[in-house]
């Protein structure tokens, strides 16, 4: 992600960014500095855009977003898949929106992969062969891992085995344009990285206290509508292949519906998955970002909330 050049001066609209790994507070500074800078809460977290996943995506209740402007949350049918690219246009026009209104666009999620392509723009990658998708989706993880070492080995050493998403996007890349990933991000368009003065913070509280409120958090979510909001997911009967039926708590709610796992282990399965989510964007958080954008460290409070307007207001 780029830095934008600090000499290009005051003159450009300021916007706020908090980032982090689920479960690390970022909604409610945000809200808090929606409040204090006359603000407007932009979605950054690709589960929060569908409509159908308000609980299980974490995503702000009908109280918390009263108490300030929020765009972008719940406004895709889980029938469609966001990508990257759709969201970034959305964006771009919300935090146009807020500006011509007078208000701080503050994005708020956890998606690296969105908020880099908002910043930095999009590779202008062709459209797929289907033909070859095909073929390469269905691969398993490990085979297409494997395959890429021989193909764009340059990616599979930048890429997590396990990562079946961005290995399978790298692979049928090359293999459908002759041309490895990395050549065609290096032309990419669309971005307002440079176009904006940002003010980033990434939130990377203690891994201890962010695993313990990533379990209480996957148990409040059964108790309090998780399952309810499954049953109606799955009574759609929509492709599994689709964001919301792999959304962390889908899949496993589901098998105990479906009588083929007891409670206890739906639950601690969905508390390992809600967890190794975290970590992975705690990994990311910690290494992707520029070196100066601003990480705090410390569990967030009240009063750490109360410093840390301060600092995203100047």
Request: aromatic residues 4%; hydrophobic residues 45%.
């Amino acid at each position: 992600m780029n830095t934008p050049d600090p000499d290009q001066g005051e003159s450009r609209p300021r916007v706020a960014l908090i980032a982090g790994p689920t479960a690390s507070g970022k909604s409610a500074l945000a809200i808090a500095l929606a409040q204090a800078a006359n603000g407007t809460v932009i979605n950054a977290d690709a589960s929060q855009v569908y409509a159908d996943l308000q609980i299980l995506s974490a995503r702000p209740g009908a109280q918390e977003m009263a108490q300030a402007p929020h765009r972008l949350f719940g406004y895709i049918d889980g029938a469609q898949a966001c990508t990257a690219a759709r969201w970034a246009v959305e964006a771009r026009a919300e935090i146009g929106r807020a500006h011509a209104e007078g208000r701080l666009p503050i994005l708020v999620g956890g998606t690296g992969l969105y908020i880099r392509t908002l910043l930095d723009g999009i590779a202008p990658v062709p459209d797929i062969d289907p033909a070859i998708r095909q073929v390469v989706r269905a691969l398993p993880v490990a085979a297409a891992h494997a395959a890429l070492t021989r193909e764009d080995p340059r990616a599979a050493a930048r890429l997590a085995p396990a990562d079946a998403t961005r290995v399978a996007r790298a692979l049928e890349v090359v293999r459908s344009t002759g041309k490895p990933l990395s050549q065609w991000q290096k032309h990419k368009s669309g971005g307002i990285g440079d176009s904006i003065r940002l003010s980033p913070l990434i939130l990377l509280p203690p891994r201890d206290w962010l695993i313990a409120r990533c379990d209480l958090r996957f148990g409040q979510m059964v108790e309090t509508g998780a399952v309810d909001e499954v049953q109606v997911l799955l009574a759609r009967d929509l492709s599994p292949d689709l964001p919301v039926m792999r959304a962390i708590g889908v899949p496993e709610i589901g098998a105990w519906l479906a009588g083929q796992i007891d409670r206890d282990t739906m639950l601690e399965r969905g508390r390992i998955a809600t967890r190794q989510y975290a970590k992975r964007q705690y990994t990311w958080f910690s290494r992707q970002p520029p070196a100066d954008w601003r990480r705090e460290t410390r569990q967030i409070n009240t009063e750490i909330i109360a410093e840390l307007i301060r600092i995203l207001q100047h």
